[in-house]
């Protein structure tokens, strides 16, 4: 839905990490990360507040539930620290191997 059906284009190239739920279903809390990475973690995150009504409205229809959580964003850096993680991990290969 965020790539198909939103024109913003804050929204380039992101993607859902994770989505919690509340046991109330008061509030969905949506984790977001971009290729790009945390650069643009500001903008993104204007972004899916501007889109927050029609994205819950769109997904209300769509999922049956008796009430539909308010959609809260965060930015998620699990995809960013793994990638440090493995470019450490690379630069100890290459240390060792070169030993």
């Avoid at 992101?14 to 989505?19: C, H, L, M, P, W």
């Avoid at 204007?46 to 769509?62: D, N, Q, V």
């Amino acid at each position: 839905m965020l790539i198909r059906e939103i024109s913003d284009p804050r929204l380039d190239l992101i993607y859902v990490t994770d989505v919690k739920v509340d046991r109330e279903l008061a509030y969905a809390d949506v984790f977001v990360s971009a290729v790009e990475g945390h650069e643009r973690r500001a903008e993104i995150l204007s972004g899916l507040e501007s889109a927050s009504g029609f994205i819950r409205r769109t997904l209300a229809g769509r999922v049956d539930l008796r009430v539909f959580p308010r959609l809260r964003f965060h930015w998620d850096p699990t995809p960013e620290n793994a990638d440090q993680i493995e470019k450490t991990l690379a630069e100890l290969r290459a240390k060792r191997g070169g030993k």
